[in-house]
């Protein structure tokens, strides 16, 4: 993965583009990493978390955890970290997560977080920043990332 600060740009075509670059992204990852994806309805995130997962080979279908805030996916072999898909839209702060009781412990899974700029920074020291966005007209996306120190 790229050091803190550089910024990666790629654009995508189609949702098979999205969920390659979240596989890609995903070698780059370990437990205790803090994704956060960030971009307007329908700009591709729950489709770079599906990737994500792919890449991480957790268990269980990927879906957006709108409604029930947080998803938790079991490692699918032993030498990989579990992944924690969070919904931060309807989540009111950090507080709100911690009450949620999950079985993982944040720091042995990857922690993919929607809508979670201006919330889920203070889960790590670092997280990679994902942002994403459609063309108007078409559906091509945009993705930009990087990873943020502090």
Do not use: N
Not at 46 to 51: D, P
Not at 70 to 76: F, I, L, M, N, V
Not at 124 to 131: E, I, K, Y
């Amino acid at each position: 993965m790229s050091d803190a600060g550089s910024v990666q740009t790629r654009e995508l075509p189609d949702v098979a583009d999205t969920e390659a670059l979240g596989a890609e992204l995903a070698q780059g990852l370990s437990a205790g990493d803090v994704v956060i994806l960030d971009g307007p309805l329908g700009a591709g995130k729950t489709a770079l978390a599906r990737g994500i997962a792919a890449g991480l080979d957790v268990v269980g279908r990927v879906s957006s955890p709108t409604f029930i805030i947080a998803r938790e996916h079991k490692p699918g072999s032993p030498d990989r970290p579990g992944m924690v898909h969070v919904d931060a839209y309807r989540l009111g702060g950090l507080d709100e997560l911690d009450a949620l009781d999950l079985d993982t412990d944040l720091t042995d899974a990857v922690v993919v977080v929607e809508w979670g700029e201006g919330v889920a920074e203070r889960l790590a020291d670092r997280h990679l920043l994902v942002r994403l966005r459609r063309d108007p007209d078409t559906d091509v996306r945009h993705a930009q990332w990087s990873w943020i120190d502090g």
